[in-house]
Antibody
Framework: EVQLVESGGGLVQPGGSLRLSCAAS????????MHWVRQAPGKGLVWVSR????????VYADSVRGRFTISRDNAENTLYLQMNSLRVEDTAVYYC????????????WGQGTLVTVSS | SYELTQPPSVSVSPGQTARITCSAD??????AYWYQQKAGQAPVLLIY???ERPSGIPKRFSGSSSGTTVTLTIDGVQPEDEADYYC???????????FGGGTKLTVL
């Protein structure tokens, strides 16, 4: 059974930083592109970032480019999201998501970790 | 990239058929995918490539496509189907997913 377990969320002041982690089990992370998708309270799903299987290519949503960095450690089966210069509008549940093998979709989701940016 | 438009809400009685539409605003349309998100839970992939169902998804969930509109149909709706449903397609370079705004299905 595939499990994706996020950690690292919490309360941070505007301008602060957080590092999210996603530990994968039941799959070999190095075989898949991975994404972060977020959901603000009471709102819909929004894609944040993607990293390819070997970590050589990363893509970001306009809203986070230059502030967030996605990375991975395939040896540790772990995905990361470094979030700097956080803004109030970054407040959301952040999901670690596995890219489908059959299209641009999201096959497996973690339970999410809540990031709250507030003074 | 696309914008995907869904109705904010749909209501049905148990045993009835629910249909949730998702319209793209531009051609070409990529494949569509559907997710179910129950309250307090992570989304679950329901339908991929417009009409395909992952293993473990009940047969009462089906997808269809016509032009730039895709539809999620739930036959014989059950109380446990009450959830938010999101359609998703891909950006023009097939790099990341673009989500619709979501539809809240209420089972009366």
């Amino acid at each position: 059974e595939v499990q994706l377990v996020e950690s690292g969320g919490g309360l941070v002041q505007p301008g602060g930083s957080l590092r999210l982690s996603c530990a994968a089990s039941g799959l070999t992370l190095s075989r898949y592109s991975m994404h972060w998708v977020r959901q603000a309270p009471g709102k819909g799903l929004v894609w944040v970032s993607r990293i390819n299987s070997d970590g050589s290519t990363t893509v970001y949503a306009d809203s986070v480019r230059g502030r967030f960095t996605i990375s991975r450690d395939n040896a540790e089966n772990t995905l990361y999201l470094q979030m700097n210069s956080l803004r109030v509008e970054d407040t959301a549940v952040y999901y670690c998501v596995r890219h489908c093998t059959y299209g641009v979709c999201y096959a497996d989701w973690g339970q999410g970790t809540l990031v709250t940016v507030s003074s | 990239s696309y914008e995907l438009t869904q109705p904010p809400s749909v209501s049905v009685s148990p045993g009835q058929t629910a249909r949730i539409t998702c319209s793209a605003d531009a051609f070409p349309k990529e494949y569509a995918y559907w997710y179910q998100q129950k309250a307090g839970q992570a989304p679950v992939l329901l339908i991929y490539k417009d009409i395909e169902r992952p293993s473990g998804i009940p047969k009462r969930f089906s997808g269809s496509s016509s032009g730039t509109t895709v539809t999620l149909t739930i036959d014989g709706v059950q109380p446990e189907d009450e959830a938010d449903y999101y359609c998703q397609s891909a950006d023009n370079s097939a790099t990341y997913g673009v989500f619709g705004g979501g539809t809240k299905l209420t089972v009366l």
